[in-house]
T-cell receptor
Framework: DTGVSQNPRHKITKRGQNVTFRCDPISEHNRLYWYRQTLGQGPEFLTYFQNEAQLEKSRLLSDRFSAERPKGSFSTLEIQRTEQGDSAMYLC???????????????FGPGTRLTVL | KNEVEQSPQNLTAQEGEFITINCSYSVGISALHWLQQHPGGGIVSLFMLSSGKKKHGRLIATINIQEKHSSLHITASHPRDSAVYICAVRKRPTDKLIFGTGTRLQVFP
């Protein structure tokens, strides 16, 4: 257990439905990252928060995806109108860093596996 | 071309063998991570390197910044080392990770 939790661990949904995932980082970590991993591939960066500010979004994050981190604590990732191509493992990671850089490692949650039927 | 390349993609070994996994990258980085992922998805950070060499138990990681290359070595491999090993580089300014595709290691008794 790394101290980063994600819920739910598994989600099965039908195409067109909306889903929301939650990540609870390690409490003193100000940086939070979302990644997506499809079968047989390495994870890919989706988005990054420093405290409550979303500072970078990947081009992979279409308009159907939205992420929030209210109050700089937990974060949610919502996918609207899910498509079969959204099926993947969604990973959250957190770390501690200054405004300029981080010297700490990233701690990963167990992931949420999404299956879109 | 991927910014992070790993080799080999798959590796099988007999228990006790010395194992090397290689990682090359093509971008400027602030650090490099070696990660371990077991079936079911959980990712654990093994090492974070910005120069030189680190050792933890039977695992050794090295990095050559000039050549943009890193290696992960496992000495006296054991079946419990079976996992996917992923190399990832940190890019400034957000320190987001760019991942390789991973090396699937299977160690047989």
């Amino acid at each position: 257990d790394t101290g980063v939790s994600q819920n739910p661990r598994h989600k099965i949904t039908k195409r067109g439905q909306n889903v929301t995932f939650r990540c609870d980082p390690i409490s003193e970590h100000n940086r939070l990252y979302w990644y997506r991993q499809t079968l047989g591939q390495g994870p890919e960066f989706l988005t990054y928060f420093q405290n409550e500010a979303q500072l970078e979004k990947s081009r992979l994050l279409s308009d159907r995806f939205s992420a929030e981190r209210p109050k700089g604590s937990f974060s949610t990732l919502e996918i609207q109108r899910t498509e079969q191509g959204d099926s993947a493992m969604y990973l959250c990671a957190s770390t501690r860093g200054s405004e300029v850089w981080s010297t700490d490692t990233q701690y990963f949650g167990p992931g949420t596996r999404l299956t879109v039927l | 071309k991927n910014e992070v390349e790993q080799s080999p993609q798959n590796l099988t070994a007999q228990e006790g063998e010395f194992i090397t996994i290689n990682c090359s990258y093509s971008v400027g980085i602030s650090a490099l991570h070696w990660l371990q992922q077991h079936p079911g998805g959980g990712i654990v950070s093994l090492f974070m390197l910005s120069s030189g060499k680190k050792k933890h138990g039977r695992l050794i990681a090295t990095i050559n910044i000039q050549e943009k290359h890193s290696s992960l070595h496992i000495t006296a491999s054991h079946p419990r080392d079976s996992a996917v090993y992923i190399c990832a580089v940190r890019k400034r300014p957000t320190d987001k990770l760019i991942f390789g595709t991973g090396t699937r290691l299977q160690v047989f008794p």
